[in-house]
């Protein structure tokens, strides 16, 4: 890394672009940073010489309320889009950890994917245009303000879990939804030989849940664990759905062998919320947290083997795991940081030898860029490295932080 | 257009084509080639050769044999495309995915199918129906179109209001590209989301030879209403004002009265005929919420001056309701031997005026106009009636078709909301996008498809060559 490092905050898509040009020809490498959120996943850049924040590229460019349409900067934080769409009854199903810091460009970026994408789809679903600068400073649109659009390739949805290697968003337009009128929290912890039928419930509820969630440890959260952890579920809807989906919750678990189901109303998406922060929550340098995403049926069976091997090697496991999506989000960590680091990157051979697309979404452990971050490559990864050669053929920016050395 | 090929050229590449696929899978005779000569837009030039693969292996041999022969491929669905985007311009293979129509997996649990490209739509539901799932995107040609056609225009419908357009739908792809190799995308895996590039695509980056989609649960409840009102403006701002009250039905449609007559005649659908125009409102979900949804749209529409509203009361009444909406285009052959679909997309409040436009369009150019489309989209669909033999009329309903698309444009709105660009509305898209926006499309093109063989003469500008797009 060079010794001097410029950090640079340009205010408008004139000012990237202008800085990306410069930096381009002179083959300076760029680091693009929004709000630091998602700073655990991918890799270091090879080497920096300009910071690239998107924190004064700040604010909404158009709320077209009657439309259900928003379009805001890239650098504008989720809970402000977040708190306005809610003000006019709408939203976007986000589920970006630490919305108040989270970034609308760096969630897009990142390719976030929240616990309700199976009742709501996936961000990258709401996104109907963008404004992305080019590695070469060319400042290209896509998409627009209407809902349907099929003129052309869908460059938006491409920019999206890029992870700032083919360009820098600098404007996403969204379209939004009617937001439900109320949400409803449900905590029960699992006694003994509980979980699976417990699981296999939630999983066929008439009343399909927003989230639903089998977490075992993640103490700083809503509820404790019994002796196989804990479920926690999100239902949103009317008044008079809740009233059913809470009868048949309670009832389903109750078959299940769950005696008791604590309800959270005040409050509820609150609670939510800090369980998708907990994705991304370290307990300082001595822990890691992985994803993975096997199909849904598989994935508590998953996270049971995975919490024997955490166990085999001396580490502690914690795990939440998405019971509509299939989607098992890891945290591994030890009490002794020095303990940690020594254990860690065996562990992670272990791991990627049994789960080799898990990818690594929270660390501030110092040697992270030796863990496997972005688990094995897909087969399409010459495809890949081909669009970042067309699209940055000097490897500008954020060089190496990608999957496959992107 | 005409493209003469040199008769040793063809045998050449007849016999290439019949040794990696047998004599069966491979048509040359001109009876056979004029078959694929055109879509339900237009018509193209005659391929050179059709192609009917069993297997993602068969098409990767055909890229191989197009690439070694210098011709280009084309990949059909059911040729069903509104703007000529499955119709070879100058020769070229056309893959017809006939024999490819297989639903190869179905995973209940984690609701999922592995389907082949050239499934049926509707067979896809049909399929799944008995395990209460379906596939959500139902364009209206969707009992004859295909799943990979679909794919490749990211096709809409009358549900994808809430349910998204295909692009939503799709997890993965098997994908044979312009080298004839093999790869997947999900969109589940690390990397670029590949999946949405191709998705929508038009067949220009690679050629899908299996997808998984998303399947859904069949709503517990479903409850469709028809509002007829006396006047177009009426219903297009109850339209929007359904939108801005934050309720987003499953399904909202307009008719006007020229299309009404002509379903009513054809289908006795259930539609009033003396209405101006007619809402078509489908909302499904739980019972409870539907059953609120039902007094807050008909508080609005009310305010709009309805003149009617009905609930469907059965099944067979919301079927012939929507078999009617489906099949609106194909009945207006009683008024007139061709009809021209225009496909443009306005933010929803700027219906009205877009309707208005579209009116004011037909009368000035003497055309008869029939609207039926996807009003909470803002999708518009207005049918532009002629008779091709009459020269005058063709000229009338290309001019027609032309101030719609710039009123769409100047709204705020865009050239296809979900047809697709093909060969009609490639020179268009100069009218909605720079040219560094077209060049960051083209960055995308250079890789998959670096010799424009597949589809080539689609999307693209015709005059678009390499340097132009590619910036210094």
Redesign the interface.
Known sequence: MNAVQHRLVPENAQAVASVLASCDRASEKVQIVGGGTLSGMGYPPERVDVTLSTAALTGIVAN??????IAAQAGTPIRDIAVLLAA???FVPFDAPRAQYATLGGTLAA?WVGPRRHRY??V??YLIGST?V?A?G?????G????????????S??Y???FGT?GVLVQANLKT???PPHARLFVARLPERTRDRAIAQL?TL???PAAAFWVDGFHALEGEDGDEGRVVVLME??D??LE?ATLELRSSLGRAGVPETHIVDAGARESFERIVDAYIACLGERSVTYRL?P???AAPGRALELRELTHRFGLRSETIVDVMN?DVALRVSDLDAHAFGSKIEQFDDALHAVEP?A?VVASEHPSRQHLRV??A?????E??R??KA??DPKRTLNPGC???GI | MIVERPPKAMAMLRERLVEALGNDAVKTAPEDLAVYAFDAYTDGGLPSAVVLPSSTRDVSAIVKVARDCGEAIVARGAGTGLCGGAVPIAGGIVISFARMNRVLEI?E??RRARVQPGLINLALSREVANRGLFYAPDPSSQQISTIGGNIA??A?GPH?LSY??T??HVLGLEIV?SAGDV????????????T??F???EGT?GIVTSAWVRLM?LP?SVRVWVAAFDDIESASEAV?AI??A???PTALEMMDAVITKVVEAAFHAGYPTDAAAVLLVENAG?D??VE?SESSIQKIVSAHGVRSWRSARSQSERDALWAGRKSAAGATGRIAPNYYTQDV?????RLPEALHAVGEAARGNGITVGNVF?AG???LHPLLMYDRRDRKQVAAVVETGNQILQCAIDL??????????GWE?REA?TR???T??????A??R???DPNRMLNPEK?FPAGMRCPEVT?P
């Not at chain 2, 790869?183 to 590949?194: Q, R």
């Open positions: 077209e309320r009657s439309d259900l349409v006019q009854s709408q390719g789809g996936r990258r679903d992305i080019l070469d060319t400042i290209a649109r896509a627009g303000m209407v809902v349907k659009n099929v003129a052309g390739y869908d460059m949805r491409l999206a879990g890029s083919l939804i009617p937001l999983a008439r009343v399909e809807g009317s008079a759905l059913r995403y199909p849904a049926d299939g697309t990818q972005w688990g490559p897909p087969a399409s990864i495809h890949m081909a669009l067309r699209f990608f999957i496959g | 995973d649990r984690n225009t990211n809409g994808c998204g357009t692009i939503n590209d790869f997947e995308t999900s969109i589940e895996g690390a990397g670029y989301d590949l949405a590039a998705v929508g695509s980056l649960a517990e929007s939108i801005a934050g309720i987003l739980f409870e919420d609120a997309c306005v933010p929803r409040s996807h989209d803002g999708n705020g709105g865009t050239i296809s909301g979900e047809h697709g660009i509305k898209m909605v996008y720079s560094a926006d077209l060049a960051a499309m960055r995308v250079d890789v998959f999307i910036p």
